[in-house]
């Protein structure tokens, strides 16, 4: 959060009490089942539901920074970084906030959903990405982070703020039943 607001020429200590929202797309939180394997337990007894639970890490960075904003963490699985974006589009669209940072984290530490993915023939052979490809043979996983600031467009050139790309539109749909 820090370096994305350094990144777009914001001082990140400027925003305490703002109106800044934070929209982070999280999945997989199985840091609670390795901590709990810890030697060193009896020290975090009392912090592991809360310090592994998704639901707080947009909480924790707009505490955190003051922000005063929205701050909504969101699981829609493979998605979630996405529909968080969208979501930040839409509260800067009917200006619950003036700026947002948005994005989303996934870490892989546990190697069970690569093992459940498995048995159901469902992993890409060659472990390669071909989402949308007519050459499209299962999943391929990989982990990151990433946040975006975002401001409307008329904000950004107001404020001097350095604008390297424009969403037009967002939308969050559901197919329904399909594969």
């Not at 707080?56 to 955190?64: D, L, M």
């Not at 509260?91 to 700026?99: A, F, K, P």
């Amino acid at each position: 959060a820090w370096e994305a607001m350094e990144d777009a020429g914001i001082d990140p200590t400027s925003l305490h009490g703002s109106d800044t929202g934070v929209f982070c797309g999280l999945m997989y939180g199985d840091y609670q089942h390795l901590a709990g394997m810890s030697d060193r337990r009896d020290e975090i007894e009392g912090y592991l539901y809360i310090s592994s639970a998704a639901s707080v890490a947009s909480g924790r960075i707009s505490y955190t920074f003051g922000f005063e904003g929205p701050s909504i963490a969101v699981d829609t699985a493979c998605s979630s970084s996405l529909v968080a974006i969208a979501q930040a589009i839409a509260s800067l669209r009917s200006g619950e906030c003036s700026l947002a940072l948005a994005g989303g984290v996934t870490v892989l530490s546990r190697p069970n959903i690569f093992v459940e993915f498995s048995r159901q023939r469902a992993l890409s052979p060659d472990g390669r990405c071909k989402a949308y490809g007519s050459g499209a043979d299962g999943v391929g996983w990989s982990e990151g982070s990433g946040l975006l600031v975002l401001e409307r467009l008329s904000d950004a050139r107001r404020n001097g703020h350095q604008v390297l790309g424009l969403l037009r539109g967002s939308a969050v749909n559901q197919d329904g039943a399909s594969n």
